[in-house]
């Protein structure tokens, strides 16, 4: 698909899309602001200006006039700078040369604007054991701090990251992303706005859709949890299983942790996050674990990056199997295990998880969803895995690592 | 129903001003309902939890317009829209970009002059052995602005003088006299006191907003023969009044609504909805309807079957071809029952009321839904419950269940003894 990223305080300008292309991805703003995506197709040719006017309206005119309003309201003075604080910019990566070189790129406006918003910030690479030599050299010519985490797997890279910092804030990028330029004044934003919170997360939104994985993955909701900010505490007001599953928290490609409260946490869990076969569920336990302490995690839009999906059907395939099915069920498992009042609310969350995705599987079947049947059985298999003793695996196999690089 | 797996608690009733918001929500302790209004028009509500408190300003800013958003998008793009009807197409973009200020707009389509007299519009209000509740009421009817024509107090058979010396004591009040108890009784003497083209209901337990009259009059402009207003509580101290206001709310939110005959032809299984449709203590007519569809119907009073006499009659307007405007900026503050006991019989009153009404609706229009509803509908929401309290979607100081079926019972059991 043709993916633009269109402001709407510009005029709005007609668009070409090629036969070649699936349909149109437009990504809405309002002075910077992103405040709505959508997708047509099929669709080709020329789309007019007054084609793309009406299509915006029809997808996001309740939230254009919901930020006219806030506009209005807040007055077109930009937020506040902070008082003075510290961040430290952390990308975890491995064996991704280019990728990390990108979002390295894309943090040069973040740091140009930093002092003017109050934040001292540095950044960070973590290189989880690559192979690939260049990629030292990519973090020293970007001018970021380089360390070396022997231990292979994500958590404990992150970890590597807490313990390295003395900033007050520790960011988060995942070496897939785009950092948006806005991204900083969208932090202090929601900073001003809940001055207690211990975490945020972001909007990830696609950085392109060239292939039909993509297409496929954006289509199933992708990384988005919406345009508006939540704040996440201890309970939810209609939702009586919350927090269980913290799917809806939002994603590790794109978070920020106050450094004490993070490690009042203990941390991240090494035994999730781990690369294959636990690739995920590290930040889903760090959020869970917040408000179950009482913190308050707030998902704030305004911190916007751009994430390159995977390209090929297969390794979507498997991320459906891998990260979202045995990863996040292992999740939910050590939370059961470990989380005994909650065991209730767990129950009745997997309850709802299976319904769901059974009956999204045979709507599947019937041609009726944003994704072929091939994946939902991908997840359903990996989360039936995920449960069946994979958190206990994970523990012992991350005790093992410790021990092989004491 | 927000908060529905919570146990209800009391909360502070708050109102903050878009027009001139606070520096932020301080914390009194308890969850906040607050309510958002933008320079005197009433937008939205939204329950606050207390794990969000204290607020920040910029915080409220996004809570308050988060809960005031659907009823401006439909005030201003939507305000024709049908109830339960097709959605109404949404605009382009650039109609929301070309707003010079969209609050601007906003108070041009429902503002109205706040001065004068509505020299067309009587206020009537029933009551009943209530003098001190009365008094209040109607010292709020003396802030209205602008000020209606007329205030009449219909007593209906109170044992005392009291009511009457309230009266006395209001400059521009008249005082009516109904010996038969009933509240449609005193309606209907209150229709036979009025010589304006319009009057308005509200209840002895209620203080009207002082925009209220000039509210409801606007909106017979637009060609409606009735019209219904917003219910909003004065206070939520007790749990019997915060679950009334959250599960039985008066109130049918913020959002305009037009009911039209074509609820009608929905088909078998669906009766009309007019319970949707507005509140005894917040209703207007045109005075000349009651000519050609008569007048309420006395079977249908608190006391004898429950309180539906209006919502009966709603159902004959609308079966009669016209139109009813509900309108969510015509506001009256309301105090709820305190205590769990009147909560009860309330809830038993309405629902012994609403299946008494489906029996008379039934009985004038040969309509089966009225049946359906009665014998499918309620006894499959009941099961609901039942569910939604056992799977823990639904605390159980919420569940009214037995009160509810007693009460529908009750309704049947009064229409077979008193059928015409």
Redesign the interface.
Known sequence: MVLVDID?CEP?VPIDVPDTVDGLAVI?RLDGRAIGFSMRSPLSGKVTA?DL??H???T???E???E???Q???GHET?RPLDPTTMTVAVCTKDRPAGLGRVLTSLGTLQSSADGWGVEIEILVIDNASDDPSVRAVAETHGARYVREERPGLDFARNRALAETSSRWLTFFDDDVIVDPTWLRGFV?GL????DAAAFTGLVLPARLDTEAQVLFERRGGFRHGF??R?M???H????TYPAGAGSFGTGANMVVRVEAALAMGGFDPALDAGAPMPGGGDLDLWYRLVRAGE?VVYEPGCLVFHDHRESTDALARQFRDSWGRSFHAFIDKCYRTDPPMR?AHR?YLWRWYRAMLTDLARSARGRSSVPPRYLVAELRGAVQGMAGDYRRAVRRAEQVERDHR | ??????PPVPMDVRSVD?AD?PDGLTDPGRPIHLLVWHAGLALGAV?V?S??LPM?R??L??T???A???A??CH??APEAAFLGRPT?????????E?D???KELHKRLDVDRSGTVDDLTVVICTRDRPDDLDRCLISIQALSPSPAEVVVVDNASRDDATRQVASRHAGVRYVREERPGLDHARNAGIAAVTTTYLAFTDDDVAVDPGWVGQLRRAFEAGPVAVTGNVLPIELETVSQTVFEQDWSLGKGFIPRRFTPALRGRGRRRAMPVWEVGAGANMAFRRDIFDEIGEFDPRLDVGAAGCSGDSELWYRLLVAGHEIHYVPTAVVHHRHRRDAAALKRQIRGYLSGHTAALLVQFERSRDASNLVRLVVVLPRNWYRVILARA???MHPDRVMLPVQVAGAFAGVRYYLRNRR
């Open positions: 709407l709005i809405a007054d006017d009406r915006l309206g029809a996001c005119g309740p254009l006039l919901s006219r309003l806030r209005s309201v807040a937020t934003e001003v706005a809940h001055p508006v900010t704040r505490g201890r309970q007001p209609v939702d009586p308050v209730s009745r | 129903m927000t908060l529905a797996p919570h878009l918001l329950d939890p794990d969000h920040t910029e915080a800013v996004q308050a317009i988060e005031a958003l659907p401006v998008w201003l793009f197409p949404r605009p382009p973009a650039s109609a929301v970009l707003l200020d969209p609050w799977s823990g979607s």
